[in-house]
């Protein structure tokens, strides 16, 4: 009923630049927060960049400065554009959207899209 599809991962250098894309869409009326989580192997998922449809936005303290979180209302979508990507990022990054009664604990996720920065 709630789909996320993500786009934009992929391998890159360090100090190089991705941007991640999600497209919401479903049953998404009641969605007023969206973001971005990652989890490295061994390591658990954390919060990356959130943004609410009202735009407030929140990071983690090892992105700021570096990540930027956007929205388009209108097309359901949000955007993670993240800059001087260290090999500390390395991760499978997950899209969620919430809140939604037709999502486990009112929380929808993507299917992840993996995040590589390697010389």
């Known amino acids: 009923q709630v789909q996320l599809v993500e786009s934009g991962g992929g391998l890159v250098q360090p100090g190089g630049s991705l941007r991640l894309s999600c497209a919401a869409s479903?049953?998404?009326?009641?969605?007023?927060?969206m973001g971005w989580y990652r989890q490295a192997p061994g390591k658990a998922r954390e919060m990356v960049a959130v943004?609410?449809?009202?735009?407030?936005?929140n990071y983690a303290d090892s992105v700021k400065g570096r990540f930027t979180i956007s929205g388009d209302n209108a097309k359901n979508t949000v955007y993670l554009q993240m800059n001087s990507l260290k090999p500390e990022d390395t991760a499978v990054y997950y899209c969620?959207?919430?809140?939604?009664?037709?999502?486990?604990?009112?929380?929808?996720w993507g299917q992840g899209t993996q995040v590589t920065v390697s010389s």
């Open positions: 969620n959207a919430g809140p939604s009664r037709y999502c486990i604990d009112n929380n929808c």
């Open positions: 479903g049953s998404i009326f009641s969605i007023n927060t």
């Open positions: 943004i609410s449809r009202g735009g407030m936005t």
